[in-house]
């Protein structure tokens, strides 16, 4: 009752508020946000449905920015085909019912010639049926192994970045071969988790090894110390794929567990994309080894390739946003979307791409695509595209952490990381 | 409540319903499938609002009935290559069950007890599936493969991934909803349930038994949830983890308080609202979510008992 009363005083009178919703109402229905009806000019219109918000944020924020800079430059080349491209962003809030519906929205509301950018494997999974069922290109820049099992459709492609299935292929025979074959892998227990606990255990097992424990931890946890006593005594490698939050709490518990005496460590660096490597607990992890697909910190043999990108893109030397130190990139993904971009290009021009009614040939033409060169538009390296598997192949780095940067120790060749599949997404209907 | 305001809400809901099924002839495509999803979760918040208007029993916990649904519906289909009628029927069914058991235990807690406890069976339920990730596929979920895009129902063959075959089922599944609901609530069935949310202490002492009375209303509510989770899942061809979270918990009080709770056509009004008003608010800015903590707090300050309650109280009385 008290509040009641004490909000009866407030003296905003309810016509004022009325008026007010009344605005915002007429504001949502202005011609400045019915933006569909109101094209100027012939124009490419490229959803981007990108994880603005939520457990994605520091990726998407990333992953708009080199899409950003992607498009300014092929719109300073003349476009594609004579025509402007137009990127009209959304938030998906990394959930896969809104990541699903921006498809829909897309392709009707918007009538966008292709969608690209999404990362996280769950919207992914949620968003490419409805992508196949609406006919409308659907471009993924996650590393989800989805495509390589055949459970997308012949409407989704993934040009941009190779899948985990592929990475640790490419990667296993070197932490054989030169840290140890006794592995306990640290995991967490979802999809990506068991992506890496699956594919890595047949890989290493390849080389001879053998994963001798499993940790899957639970993707709600934040303690992790009770865990790490399931370390088999005999392990010689650590291979951890930690995510999340709760990660910088994994590897300084994970420090003072083992102390001095530890076994080799590898990592993959998706836990650490867009945290700073001068982060007091990560001193722990000097010495250890980190997967990367793209060098965050500028290497002594720097490609002009790479050079140009980060230029390009906004990114110092140190994987950093150029106008501020201490906004860490997330390197190793969002070249991803760069590369995308212009593979979508390719296609376009290779087909005569004019609107919505060639998006079939835009299928096709991508799947007559078999190399991506090393080049401005592919600064990550050389590519190998599988048009049946709709899946691309590139080369991995493994990167030692030396004062607090991360050094290329080994740099897998394409082919490393190729595997064999019976998928074959040209025979699907289109 | 008299007859004649029976039959004027009676009337309003067959009006609202009319309109609905004449919109997809006028909306356009992108409005079309909008208006699909809005109806689906019109019906998961019909159910919510079950509860908690008719009742007044506040649960945290209704994303479990929905992802019931979703993961009974679409886990037989998808393993066990179950028809999608079929699935659809037991995945109800599941759900009334489910509802039945939890209600059973939760219903002897009252208050912020029971909001507790609805949402511990919630979080267990979340956990489930995320535990039996070998059916489930966890948190990334399950596609369902393209075999499960068309329902055979003997007569007829319905192609799932048309936008107005699955419009009209949606419709048809919120039209059965607010028909049972308004059947329901119409009933003497229906007055004890309001007569407990009113007044339970004098309830029990006129003679009804509470305690049942609650428990019809809790298993028709979990019934309700499913239904939607079921049909989202099997319209849409997705799984997944997701909707089995806290936040699918709280999206149909948000609806419901957003339209008015304990008015019958209140959730539909609070979906079309808040679903609307995300899609637009999103394209402008990253804070559409903190523009909706705003815009519920207005309203709440300044309409707390919801558009359609706010309009019951000062205009029409009569509206259920």
Known sequence: MKIRSGLSNLSLPRRDVLKTIGGAAALLASPAVIRPGFAQEKTIRLGAPFHRTGIGASYGRWYERTANAAVALVNEAGGINGMQVEMIVEDDGTDPKRGSELIEKFATEYKVDAVFGHLFSHVVAASAPRAGELKMPYFICSEASLLGAGKLNRYTLQPGITDVRSQVKAMAPWIASTLGKKVTMIFPDYNFGHDHRDFFSAAIAEQGGEV??????????????????????????????????????????????????????????????????????????????????????????????????????????????????????????????????????????????????????????????????????????????????????????????????????????????????????????? | MSRAAFARNAWLVLAVLAVLFSLQFVLPDYQVLMATRMMLLAVFALGFNALLGYVGLLSLGHALFFACGLYASGLTVYHFGWGLPAAFVFAVGASAVLALLIGAVALRTIRVSFMIVTLMFAQVGALTVLYFAAWTNGQEGL??????????????????????????????????????????????????????????????????????????????????????????????????????????????????????????????????????????????????????????????????????????????????
């Open chain 2, 143 to 320: 596609s369902l493969p393209a075999s499960a895009r068309v329902a055979d129902l003997g007569v007829a063959t319905l192609d799932l991934t048309d936008a107005l075959t699955r419009y009209n089922i949606a419709y048809g599944l919120l039209a059965a909803s607010l028909l049972i609901l308004l059947v329901y609530l119409g009933s003497a069935r229906g007055r004890i349930a309001t007569a407990v949310r009113d007044n339970e202490g004098r309830t029990e002492m006129l003679g009804f038994n509470v305690f049942a009375a609650k428990l019809e209303m809790f298993v028709l509510s979990g019934a309700m949830s499913g239904a939607a989770g079921a049909a989202y899942g099997l319209l849409f061809g997705y799984l997944g983890a997701t909707f089995a979270s806290f936040q699918y918990s709280i999206e149909p009080l948000l609806f419901t308080l957003l339209g008015g709770a304990g008015t019958l056509l209140g959730p539909l009004v609070g979906v079309l609202f808040m679903v609307g008003l995300i899609d637009k608010l999103s394209e402008l800015t990253t804070a559409y979510l903190l523009v909706i903590g705003v815009v519920l707090i207005v309203l709440i300050l300044w309409f707390p008992k919801g558009i359609l309650g706010t309009v019951r109280e000062r205009w029409l009385p009569w509206l259920m």
């Open chain 1, 212 to 430: 001798v424990a499993k940790i899957a931890i639970p993707p709600t946890e934040t303690s992790f110390t009770r865990y790490l006593p399931q370390i088999a005594p005999e392990t010689e490698v650590i291979y951890h794929v930690m995510v999340g939050p709760a990660v910088l709490t994994f590897v300084k518990e994970l420090g003072d567990y083992l102390g001095s005496q530890r076994p080799e460590i590898f990592g993959f660096i998706d836990s650490l994309e867009a945290v700073d490597f001068s982060t007091p607990q990560l001193s722990f992890l000097d010495g250890t080894y980190f997967w990367e697909a793209n060098p965050r910190y500028a290497q002594a043999e720097q490609t002009p390739f790479d050079k140009f990108y980060r230029e390009k893109v906004g990114v110092d030397a140190n994987g950093a946003s150029t106008a501020d130190p201490k906004d860490i990139s997330t390197y190793s993904h969002m070249f991803s979307v760069w590369e995308t971009l212009f593979a979508i290009k390719q296609g376009m021009e290779a087909c005569n791409y004019q609107g919505p009614a060639n998006q079939k040939d835009l299928i096709l033409a991508m799947e007559q695509i078999t190399a991506f060169p090393e080049s401005n538009e592919h600064p990550q390296g050389a590519k190998v595209f599988n048009g049946k598997l709709h899946q691309v192949f590139g080369s991995q780095c493994i990167s030692k952490v030396e004062g607090g940067k991360l050094v290329v120790a080994h740099r897998t060749s394409v082919e490393d990381g190729m595997y064999e599949s019976d998928v074959d997404y040209t025979k699907m209907d289109l």
